[in-house]
C-alpha cells in the first residue's frame, strides 16, 4: 500500500446492503424487560449495531459467495471438502481435519474422547464453552495465564500468554491426569489478546518435555498472528501463513470454530496428528455430527470456508482489522471509559468493576453496563464477568476475576460512522454510570447460565 497517507481504509467496498431498523428509547425499554434483562433474548430486529459476538457475524466476500455456487453436496468424498481440508491443511498441517457444524462440537468430542472425572485441562483462559465441555465431561478447568492478564490496566503487548512457570509446576505435580494442554489463540475471555511466538514454543516444549499432548485453540489464529508480526522481535517480515504454519507445528492439534478468523456464518473443525485419537474422535463425530467428509457442514459451507480461510491471512485486511478495533478502544480511552489495554483484536472490553464500582460483583456491574448501553443506544454488548463465570463446579457462586463488558466488533460489518455513534453511546452512558442499577439473577438454568438467565434490577 501506498505509505504516503496513514489513514487506514476499509479494504473493500460495499456490494450489498442490509436495513438497521431504527427503535425509540421507550421501545428498547419494553424491549430489554420482556427479555428478562437479558440481551441474549432480544429480538435483534431491536439491536441497532449488534456487537454481542464477532461469531458467525462477519460479511462474507463476493468470492465466498461465488465459491458457494461450486458446493456440492455429496454425502461422502464432495470435491468441496477436498477443497476445505486443503486449506485448513495449508496453514495447519495436522494429519486430520475433523469438520464440525461450529467450535463447541469439536470441543465436546475431543472431551468426550480425552476427559473425565480426575483429568484436568490447563489453558490460558477457557472460553466459556471449552470450560463448559471440560466440566462436563467431569473433567477440571485450570485457567493459567500470566499475572498480567488478570488486570485491565497494565500494559503488556502479548498478556494472552500462558504462565510458564505454572504449567510447568502443575504438570511435574499432575502430568499423568492431563490428557491435554489448550492455548488459546487470542486469549477471547481475557480480553482478546494475543499469545506470543515465544510462548507458544514455551508450551510447546514444556508440553513435549511431560509428554502431554498441547492443543490451539485457535479461533483468532490469524489476529494473533498479525500481532506476533506487529509485536515480536523478528517476526516483522514474515507472512503471516508462514507465522500460522509456524504456531501449528508446535501443537499436536486445534479445535476451530471457523465462525471467527475464517469468515464463516458456521462451522468449525478439530484437527490432530495423532491416528489413535483421531479414530476415536471421528466415530463420535459420525455419531453426533455426520460423515467424515461433511461432518456438521454442507458443501457450500465448506467451499465458503476455504475461501474465507486465504481471506483471513491477507495482510491489508488484517491491517485494518487490528486498526478499527483500536480505534474505538483508543477513543473511549481518550474520553475517560476505562477498557483492557491494550486492545485486543476482536473486540474493546470495557471494564465494568472500574467503571460501576458501586455494584458489587455479585450484583453483575458488566450486566448492568450491557443494559444500559442497549437502553441508552440500541447497543448490544457481551457480559463476560460473574454472569458468565461466576457459578461454581460445586453450585456456589464467587466473583470472576474480571467484570468486563466485551463490545466485539463483526468482520467486515460496520462502518466507521457506526463505530463512532457506538464511541458517543459509550461515552454518554459512562458519564452516568453512577447512576445505575445492579441486578439479581431471578431464574437460572444448569449450564452456560449467561445464555438464558433472567434478571430484574435492584431498587
Ligand atoms: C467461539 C469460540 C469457541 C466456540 O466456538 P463456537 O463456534 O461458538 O461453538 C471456542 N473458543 C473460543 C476462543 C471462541 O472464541
Not at 468441496?80 to 498441517?93: C, I
Not at 508446535?250 to 491416528?275: C, E, H, Q, V
Request: aromatic share 8%; proline share 6%; hydrophobic share 40%.
Amino acid at each position: 500500500m501506498d505509505q504516503t497517507f496513514t489513514t487506514i481504509i476499509e479494504p473493500f467496498r460495499i456490494h450489498s446492503v442490509e436495513p438497521l431498523r431504527m427503535t425509540t428509547a421507550e421501545e428498547r425499554s419494553f424491549a430489554i424487560e420482556q427479555a428478562g434483562f437479558n440481551l441474549f433474548n432480544l429480538h435483534a430486529e431491536d439491536v441497532l449495531i449488534d456487537l454481542l459476538t464477532d461469531s458467525g457475524t462477519g460479511a462474507m466476500s463476493r468470492d465466498q459467495w461465488a465459491a458457494i455456487q461450486h458446493g456440492d453436496e455429496s454425502y461422502a468424498g464432495s470435491p468441496s471438502w477436498f477443497r476445505f481440508e486443503a486449506a485448513v491443511k495449508e496453514l495447519f498441517p495436522f494429519r486430520h481435519v475433523i469438520p464440525t457444524h461450529q467450535g463447541r462440537a469439536a470441543e465436546r468430542i475431543l472431551f468426550s474422547v480425552v476427559g473425565g472425572p480426575g483429568k484436568l485441562v490447563p489453558n490460558n483462559t477457557h472460553f466459556d464453552t471449552t470450560r463448559a465441555n471440560v466440566e462436563f465431561s467431569g473433567a477440571e478447568a485450570r485457567d493459567l495465564v500470566i499475572p498480567e492478564g488478570h488486570d485491565a490496566a497494565t500494559i503488556h503487548p502479548f498478556k494472552g500468554n500462558m504462565d510458564l512457570g505454572a504449567l510447568e509446576t502443575l504438570l511435574q505435580e499432575r502430568a499423568a491426569t492431563i490428557p491435554v494442554v489448550f492455548l488459546t489463540i487470542t486469549n477471547n475471555s481475557g480480553g482478546g489478546q494475543p499469545v506470543s511466538l515465544a510462548n507458544i514454543r514455551g508450551v510447546s516444549e514444556i508440553c513435549r518435555s511431560y509428554g502431554v499432548p498441547f492443543f490451539l485453540d485457535a479461533c483468532r489464529f490469524a489476529e494473533n498472528a498479525w500481532f506476533i508480526h506487529e509485536r515480536e522481535e523478528g517476526q516483522s517480515q514474515r507472512d503471516i501463513s508462514d507465522i500460522v504454519r509456524e504456531i501449528a507445528s508446535l501443537a499436536d492439534g486445534m479445535t476451530m470454530s471457523a465462525k471467527k478468523d475464517p469468515f464463516g456464518n458456521i462451522g468449525g473443525w478439530l484437527a490432530l496428528n495423532d491416528d489413535d485419537l483421531a479414530e476415536k474422535c471421528r466415530n463420535m463425530l459420525i455419531l453426533t455430527e455426520g460423515f467424515p467428509t461433511y461432518g456438521g457442514l454442507t458443501g457450500r459451507d465448506l467451499e465458503a470456508l476455504a475461501q474465507g480461510l486465504k481471506e483471513a491471512v491477507q495482510p491489508d485486511y488484517l491491517r485494518y482489522r487490528i486498526r478499527s478495533t483500536a480505534y474505538l478502544g483508543d477513543a473511549l480511552d481518550a474520553a475517560g471509559v476505562p477498557v483492557v489495554k491494550p486492545i485486543g483484536g476482536h473486540a474493546v472490553y470495557v471494564d465494568a468493576k472500574a467503571l460501576l464500582s458501586h455494584i458489587p460483583p455479585l450484583q453483575y456491574p458488566g450486566q448492568a453496563l450491557a443494559v444500559a448501553l442497549y437502553k441508552s443506544g440500541g447497543i448490544r454488548s457481551c457480559e463476560i464477568g460473574t454472569v458468565m463465570f461466576g457459578r461454581q463446579p460445586d453450585g456456589t457462586e464467587a466473583p470472576a476475576a474480571m467484570e468486563l463488558v466485551r463490545l466485539a466488533i463483526p468482520r467486515r460489518t460496520y462502518t466507521q460512522s457506526h463505530i463512532d455513534y457506538v464511541i458517543e453511546v459509550v461515552t454518554s452512558v459512562a458519564k452516568d454510570a453512577a447512576s445505575l442499577p445492579g441486578y439479581r439473577m431471578v431464574r437460572e438454568p444448569q449450564a452456560l447460565r449467561h445464555f438464558t438467565a433472567q434478571f430484574e434490577p435492584i431498587a
